[in-house]
């Protein structure tokens, strides 16, 4: 089983290339954060007709996260259970569902902004309610992982210079230790190979030329649980995606499963 995680930044304007994805990849199950539409703007036609079912959380023109699978969509969550609030609601960061047996929950995390920001104290908030609602899944029998853009690179080795962060979000201890205490559940980072270069970066600035330059980030993660970590085969970045025009600035982490 191919299951893959992937920031499209904009389903709309990815839609082509998606597609193509899709079919040349022969991907089973596909997290999807950043899909920037409606519901009622989703693309389920065209997926349909390459196989796939979608369960959607997504309400308008930021965030909106989907599941996708060609071996079946059960159990589907909508939301992050007791997420907190931003702006006077719930965003649409997260939604989970049961593909071909394996537990997935897709989820984007909020950026946090800068540090003393609302948004960073949001950004915590929101993980630490993560950690709370896979708890139960984490620990379970059954192969259960939560994929996606996490907006935290967990090491230093995870980003590109480590000097180039200092005072920004994204690598501080604060956001990291909320990462470890998700991990704490039962999960393991399962970590995919690079395909090029030394590290598996899997987002890179548009600006200042930085994929060219591999000026890149692993902030889009897979936290497997020990049934879901024994079972992987195989795990890469497929960087190929993040090539030419009309790109998204992050490139799919994929996890062949053998179950």
């Known amino acids: 089983m191919r299951i893959a995680t992937?920031?499209?930044?904009?389903?709309?304007?990815?839609?082509?290339?998606?597609?193509?994805?899709?079919?040349?990849?022969?991907?089973?199950?596909?997290?999807?954060?950043?899909?920037?539409?409606?519901?009622?703007?989703?693309?389920?036609?065209?997926?349909?007709?390459?196989?796939?079912?979608?369960?959607?959380?997504?309400t308008g023109r930021w965030n909106g996260v989907a599941v996708l699978s060609r071996v079946g969509l059960d159990e589907i969550t909508i939301g992050l259970p007791g997420g907190p609030e931003y702006d006077g609601g719930q965003e649409p960061r997260a939604i989970a569902a049961t593909c071909g047996g394996v537990?997935?929950?897709?989820?984007?995390?909020?950026?946090?902004?800068?540090i003393g920001h609302p948004h960073y104290d949001y950004k915590l908030g929101w993980l630490e309610a993560l950690r709370t609602a896979v708890a139960e899944d984490a620990a379970g029998a059954r192969p259960f992982a939560v994929l996606g853009d996490f907006n935290v690179a967990p090491t230093d080795e995870d980003v590109w210079d480590r000097a180039a962060f200092d005072g920004l979000t994204h690598v501080t201890d604060r956001e990291r230790d909320a990462l470890a205490a998700l991990r704490d559940t039962g999960l393991s980072d399962v970590v995919p190979r690079p395909l090029k270069y030394?590290?598996?970066?899997?987002?890179?600035?548009?600006?200042?030329?930085?994929?060219?330059?591999n000026r890149g980030m692993r902030i889009d993660l897979v936290y497997g649980n020990q049934p879901f970590a024994k079972a992987v085969g195989d795990a890469y970045v497929d960087r190929e995606e993040r090539k030419g025009k009309g790109a998204s600035d992050h490139a799919p982490v994929v996890v062949d499963?053998?179950?």
Not at 103 to 114: M, T
Not at 198 to 213: A, S, V
């Open 103 to 114: 537990r997935l929950w897709s989820v984007y995390v909020p950026n946090g902004r800068e």
């Open 6 to 58: 992937w920031n499209v930044n904009s389903i709309t304007a990815r839609l082509p290339r998606l597609l193509a994805w899709l079919e040349s990849s022969g991907t089973d199950a596909l997290c999807v954060q950043e899909t920037k539409c409606a519901e009622s703007a989703f693309p389920y036609e065209p997926l349909r007709e390459l196989g796939y079912e979608a369960a959607v959380h997504a």
């Open 257 to 259: 499963l053998e179950v």
């Open 198 to 213: 030394d590290r598996p970066f899997t987002y890179w600035d548009y600006r200042e030329l930085g994929f060219p330059k």
